[in-house]
C-alpha cells in the first residue's frame, strides 16, 4: 500500500491499515534504521491527569492543602 505525503507534511495512513492496528487518534513515531515506524497510542483520561500531576510535581502536603482549601467554608 502507499500513502502520499502532502505539501504540509500530512500522511493518511490507508483505511486497511487502521482497522488492522484497531482505532487510535494518535500514534507514538519514530525513526529506526531509515524506516518510520507509528505505533498506535491509547490515551486514557486517567493516564493523562497521572502524567500532568507528575509535571508539577506535587508533594502530598501540597494535595491535602488544595483538599483543606477546597473544603472549606466561607462566611457569607
Known amino acids: 500500500m502507499l500513502a502520499k505525503l502532502t505539501a504540509k507534511n500530512q ?22 534504521n531509515g524506516q518510520i515506524i507509528l505505533t498506535p497510542v491509547r490515551i486514557q ?6 502524567a500532568k500531576l507528575a509535571e508539577l510535581d506535587l ?14 467554608t466561607t462566611d457569607a
Open 45 to 50: 483520561r486517567a493516564n493523562a491527569v497521572r
Open 59 to 72: 508533594s502530598a502536603q501540597d494535595i491535602d492543602e488544595a483538599v483543606a482549601w477546597a473544603r472549606r
Open 11 to 32: 500522511l493518511t495512513l490507508p483505511k486497511a491499515v487502521t482497522e488492522a492496528v484497531g482505532a487510535s487518534d494518535y500514534f507514538e513515531v519514530e525513526v529506526r
